[in-house]
């Protein structure tokens, strides 16, 4: 029984070994962490607005109620109704028709008024246009911003850490940070509590996106590889952001607002033990190579224009998270459920398209996958606000999901092929530069749409993202092949080996290199 136990410690043992040297499985942890991190990152879009104008709506009606006692009460001490059952007259008075109320049979008042009804004009779902639901657009949106705006705060601070520490430790940091704020989220009451949870989900979420991807990069080195692999792990966040909006939803309307965020908390506790045990953090290894400074990247012209390509292709879809909410309450009379359900066609869409141009866009070229995709969310966020009814919104959402598929599972890879080309091969710096752009997208779109949409309008709102995304996608036609900066070229060729020198070849406007293994052990002989 003994040796039966031992056996069994032995093959777990061999399991976790044999798993921190497997790619497959750093994939799942990195495709888990993105799929509970955008989970709450979307889980909040259907509750947050209708909790927050429910809390509004009710406290002025307290106020309301409050303060109609007293007027009752003044009123009733001014003139008193007297019906007559005799003559079927109804009779006035008051503190000052007292006198003429001393012989009320002499002097009978007939009147025309209308009977008193004790029944109130049925109330509809559909919240009136005022100035409640109106700053409702301002509220939401600097909360949702709040995450995006941390996060991108954070970033720059982050990418160099990993180059230094390693990615397990930031990834393990992510899951706890991740953790309190879904706990902050399922019991926060008031504004501000909300406010504060938001933004420390940014730090969170900062962390997991930014050692995901460089972990990926770093142990998927071959071009088509880590396409295929990121693609994937966007399909996590495609999972994420699809399963969120549904189930927070439905959740709030029929359980409560706390039930959702309880139970996203539970699996980010079986996250946080599967890093534990397979990544084990605590024996991170930072990286051999010293990365390029980040300031040095953010100067290179084609990692700006990928980073341009994910921020105004995500703030489409982050302009319409707080605003279209709002405007479906006060066009289409929306019911809480149908205010995440909406949000289903750009979900399923987006986990569409990221794990069909994960491998596709290789081969067609990622610049013109990105290019189609700007064009794409640009086309489909103008015929959002023809929407009629929650039916006419699937086309457009679901347009403007795809085409966001398509930006993101081109422009993540191209930017670790951008670092391979032109840079040092660390990748913490650069999916630091792609998470703050992914950011400025979640936090310009959501604090500048709100108010963009209480002053001109939901419509115009819709078309000014719509021209942006439009207008910048040609910029994506340099990204079809950047050459190599000199000194990098230099200094591979300073080892006057072929295996370490990259040679890049242009396939279909697509640029890869290739190492051959045998003559890397050659040269390392």
């Known amino acids: 029984?003994?040796?039966?136990?031992?056996?069994?410690?032995?093959?777990?043992?061999?399991?976790?070994?044999?798993?921190?040297?497997?790619?497959?499985?750093?994939?799942?942890?990195?495709?888990?962490?993105?799929?509970?991190?955008?989970?709450?990152?979307?889980?909040?879009?259907?509750?947050?607005?209708?909790?927050?104008?429910?809390a509004d709506h009710d406290h002025s009606s307290v106020k309301n109620q409050t303060a109609s006692p007293e007027h009752s009460t003044v009123t009733s001490n001014n003139f008193h109704t007297i019906y007559s059952y005799y003559d079927s007259?109804?009779?006035?008075?008051?503190?000052?028709?007292?006198?003429?109320?001393?012989?009320?049979?002499?002097?009978?008042?007939?009147?025309?008024?209308?009977?008193?009804?004790?029944?109130?004009?049925?109330?509809?779902?559909?919240?009136?246009?005022?100035?409640?639901?109106?700053?409702?657009?301002?509220?939401?949106?600097?909360?949702?911003?709040?995450?995006?705006?941390?996060?991108l705060i954070t970033n720059p601070f982050i990418g160099p850490l990993t180059n230094r520490i390693g990615y397990q430790i930031p990834m393990f940091a992510g899951f706890c940070i991740m953790f309190i704020s879904t706990i902050m989220f399922a019991f926060s009451k008031s504004y501000t509590l909300l406010f504060l949870a938001r933004s420390f989900q940014g730090i969170g979420s900062s962390c997991s996106s930014v050692a995901g991807m460089g972990m990926l990069a770093s142990v998927y080195t071959d071009d088509e590889e880590r396409g295929n692999a990121m693609g994937i792990a966007l399909g996590g966040?495609?999972?994420?952001?699809?399963?969120?909006?549904?189930?927070?939803?439905?959740?709030?309307?029929?359980?409560?607002?706390?039930?959702?965020?309880?139970?996203?908390?539970?699996?980010?506790?079986?996250?946080?033990?599967?890093?534990?045990?397979?990544?084990?953090?605590?024996?991170?290894?930072?990286?051999?190579?010293?990365?390029?400074?980040?300031?040095?990247?953010?100067?290179?012209?084609?990692?700006?224009?990928?980073?341009?390509?994910?921020?105004?292709?995500?703030?489409?879809?982050?302009?319409?998270?707080?605003?279209?909410?709002?405007?479906?309450?006060?066009?289409?009379?929306?019911?809480?459920?149908?205010?995440?359900?909406?949000?289903?066609?750009?979900?399923?869409?987006?986990?569409?398209?990221?794990?069909?141009?994960?491998?596709?866009?290789?081969?067609?070229?990622?610049?013109?996958?990105?290019?189609?995709?700007?064009?794409?969310?640009?086309?489909?966020?103008?015929?959002?606000?023809?929407?009629?009814?929650?039916?006419?919104?699937?086309?457009?959402?679901?347009?403007?999901?795809?085409?966001?598929?398509?930006?993101?599972?081109?422009?993540?890879?191209?930017?670790?092929?951008?670092?391979d080309l032109r840079h040092v091969s660390v990748y913490g710096s650069v999916y630091a530069i792609a998470d703050v752009a992914f950011c400025m997208g979640f936090a310009i779109g959501p604090s500048t749409g709100g108010a963009i949409a209480r002053s001109i309008g939901f419509p115009w709102l819709m078309t000014i993202i719509g021209i942006i995304d439009i207008l910048f996608a040609p910029l994506c036609f340099f990204l079809r092949s950047p050459p190599a900066k000199e000194e990098k070229m230099a200094i591979l060729m300073e080892h006057n080996c072929p295996a370490k020198t990259r040679m890049y070849t242009t396939q279909d406007s697509v640029q890869h290199y290739q190492l051959e293994e045998e003559e890397e052990s050659e040269c390392d002989e």
């Open 1 to 54: 029984m003994g040796r039966l136990q031992t056996l069994r410690e032995f093959s777990l043992l061999r399991w976790l070994r044999d798993g921190r040297q497997s790619r497959r499985l750093i994939l799942l942890i990195v495709f888990i962490a993105l799929l509970l991190d955008n989970m709450l990152l979307t889980v909040v879009v259907p509750i947050i607005p209708s909790y927050l104008y429910s």
């Open 89 to 151: 007259s109804t009779m006035m008075t008051g503190n000052a028709s007292e006198q003429t109320t001393a012989r009320p049979e002499s002097f009978p008042i007939p009147t025309t008024q209308a009977p008193v009804s004790s029944t109130t004009e049925p109330q509809s779902d559909c919240p009136k246009k005022d100035s409640v639901l109106l700053n409702e657009n301002v509220k939401v949106g600097l909360l949702f911003a709040s995450k995006a705006t941390v996060q």
């Open 237 to 419: 966040l495609a999972m994420g952001v699809l399963v969120g909006p549904p189930f927070g939803s439905v959740m709030y309307e029929f359980v409560g607002k706390t039930a959702p965020f309880l139970i996203l908390a539970v699996l980010a506790l079986l996250d946080g033990a599967l890093q534990l045990f397979v990544l084990q953090p605590s024996k991170a290894e930072p990286e051999s190579q010293q990365g390029t400074p980040l300031f040095t990247l953010l100067r290179d012209p084609y990692i700006l224009i990928a980073a341009g390509s994910i921020c105004f292709a995500n703030m489409a879809i982050a302009m319409l998270e707080p605003a279209l909410p709002i405007w479906m309450m006060e066009t289409m009379c929306s019911r809480k459920w149908q205010l995440g359900v909406a949000f289903v066609p750009a979900s399923i869409s987006y986990l569409i398209g990221t794990n069909i141009f994960g491998i596709l866009a290789h081969k067609m070229g990622r610049w013109l996958c990105s290019l189609i995709g700007m064009l794409l969310v640009g086309v489909s966020i103008l015929c959002v606000p023809f929407a009629k009814n929650i039916y006419g919104l699937i086309v457009p959402n679901f347009g403007v999901g795809f085409a966001i598929g398509m930006v993101d599972s081109s422009m993540m890879p191209i930017m670790g092929y951008l670092v």
